[in-house]
């Protein structure tokens, strides 16, 4: 069983960063890809981030590209979201989330935590 525990989510200004974590449990964490979605109140969940389990590769969401990164620490089973000149768009929850393979489509990842609620206010 894989659980994963986000935190870092909270009430933020336009043009603020956050940086979202990810714990990972369960489960031979290095061995797995980490994505992270978000999900826009009344909007389906969408793709945010990935990340291979070196590290190495990444991939992200056009909207989302020179203004998130994703990383991840191996050592400590957790993922990072940093998150800088937030958006009043980007209000979401946040939610991460493991695979076998980098993909974007939520139905390849396999595992998912509860989320985290991030809102910027304008």
């Known amino acids: 069983q894989v659980q994963l525990v986000e935190s870092g989510g909270g009430l933020v200004q336009a043009g603020d960063s956050l940086r979202l974590s990810c714990v990972v449990s369960g489960h031979t964490f290095s061995n797995n890809i980490l994505g992270w979605f978000r999900q826009p109140p009344g909007k389906e969940r969408e793709f945010v981030a990935a990340i291979s389990w070196t590290g190495g590769t990444t991939y992200y969401a056009d909207s989302m590209k020179g203004r998130f990164t994703i990383s991840r620490d191996n050592a400590k089973n957790t993922v990072y979201l940093q998150m800088n000149s937030l958006k009043p768009e980007d209000t979401a929850v946040y939610v991460c989330?493991?695979?076998?393979?980098?993909?974007?489509?939520?139905?390849?990842?396999?595992?998912w935590g509860q989320g985290t609620q991030v809102t910027v206010s304008s």
């Open positions: 989330a493991a695979s076998t393979v980098i993909a974007i489509s939520p139905h390849d990842y396999s595992y």
